[in-house]
């Protein structure tokens, strides 16, 4: 795969399909946005920093995975149709709401999910990033600022891009968590792929698996976020 700058789409194994959901350039606004999401086909995504070859083309053309680039940092994330909760929330830098301290704007964004989800025994992360094996390239392998956990397993991963205007928190939460399909798709020696298959099925947890309803028609993020009223709301 050859390299590709900035964000937007990386790969397709057929005809893209409407706008490109990780392009941020919509969300220089003056108001408030939640975008509750889901994607028409897998999609594997980068994290800014990560290099293209992070990935197995051919895994990607077998299986017909688009890959794509967000702005944000962090580790890979796949997303398939259904099977998550995924929602990008947008805080114009004028807003009472902003912050400039970026781990405070995730801490903040965590407490929402946190409200949305309503699990017993949930925590949010206040600390820096905690390393783990496979966070390197896997963003629910460790465990950043404002993300949430269970009992030490993640459950909620953070990322954010910041600009003058404001900042983007993209937020995402698994149904169930099996970190085989993503392993398949990245360019590892034998002797990692193992190691990681044994480690990290239990760093993670899915929100069905805790019992949690885990669409957007059952999980209401809206009401848990401040001044409900005042977000302009988009499902796509």
């Known amino acids: ?16 399909e409407g706008p490109d959901p990780f392009d941020v350039e919509s969300f220089r606004s003056a108001r408030r946005r939640v975008v509750l ?19 197995d083309a051919d895994q990607l053309r077998r299986r017909g995975v688009r890959a794509a680039r967000r702005r944000s940092g962090g580790g890979a994330v796949l997303l398939t149709p259904g099977a998550q909760l ?25 407490a929402w999910w946190t409200r949305a989800l309503g699990l017993d025994g949930m925590e949010v992360h206040g600390g820096a990033s905690t390393p783990a094996p496979g966070s390197d390239m896997i963003c ?13 397993r ?8 910041r600009s003058r205007e404001g900042v983007l928190v993209h937020g995402c939460a698994y149904r169930e968590w099996d970190p085989g399909p993503i392993l398949e798709l990245l360019a590892l020696p034998s002797a990692r792929r193992r190691m990681l298959a044994v480690a990290l099925p239990g760093v993670a947890v899915g929100v069905g698996d805790l019992g949690v309803a ?15 009223q005042s977000w302009d709301v988009v499902r796509a």
């Open 214 to 228: 885990s669409s957007w028609g059952e999980v209401d993020l809206l009401r848990a976020l401040p001044d409900a």
């Open 140 to 152: 629910f392998a460790g465990l950043g600022p404002g993300e949430l956990s269970v009992e030490g």
């Open 86 to 110: 995924w929602a990008d929330l947008w805080i114009p830098a004028d807003d009472p709401l902003w912050s400039r301290e970026p781990r405070r704007s995730a801490v903040v964004a965590g």
């Open 154 to 161: 993640k459950v909620v991963g953070l990322a954010q891009w």
């Open 1 to 16: 795969m050859g390299a590709v700058p900035g964000s937007r789409l990386l790969s397709a194994p057929g005809p893209r």
């Open 37 to 55: 999401r889901d994607v028409p086909a897998p999609v594997v995504v980068l994290g800014s920093t990560q290099p293209d070859d992070v990935l």
